[in-house]
Nanobody, 118 residues
Framework: QVQLVESGGGLVQPGGSLRLSCVAS????????MGWYRQAPGKQRELVAT???????NYADSVRGRFSISRDNAKNTVDLQMNSLILGDTAVYYC????????????WGQGTQVTVSS
């Protein structure tokens, strides 16, 4: 049974930084795409950043240049470095793993709260 476990959320002032980490426990193939989504109160869940097993990254326009995603295939981890945080970054951040050719194809973490407030 694979579980995605996030850590690193918290309260930070505007302009500050946080680093989120996600570890996949259990056996998960390294060919899963991994990444982060977020959901703010009253809004739909949205993509933040993803990274393929080969290291190709994709970012939402709203975070490009401020956030950086990285993964360690050997450790089954994916991290999200968040800099220059703004109030609009406040949300629950979810770790994500997806591979359409495998079953299960999709995994979600339980989420970690990030609050940006002065």
């Amino acid at each position: 049974q694979v579980q995605l476990v996030e850590s690193g959320g918290g309260l930070v002032q505007p302009g500050g930084s946080l680093r989120l980490s996600c570890v996949a426990s259990g056996r998960i193939h390294s060919d899963y795409n991994m990444g982060w989504y977020r959901q703010a109160p009253g809004k739909q869940r949205e993509l933040v950043a993803t990274v393929t097993s080969g290291g190709t990254t994709n970012y939402a326009d709203s975070v490009r240049g401020r956030f950086s995603i990285s993964r360690d295939n050997a450790k089954n981890t994916v991290d999200l470095q968040m800099n220059s945080l703004i109030l609009g970054d406040t949300a629950v951040y979810y770790c994500w793993a997806y591979n359409s050719f495998r079953r299960p194809s999709l995994y979600w973490g339980q989420g970690t709260q990030v609050t940006v407030s002065s």
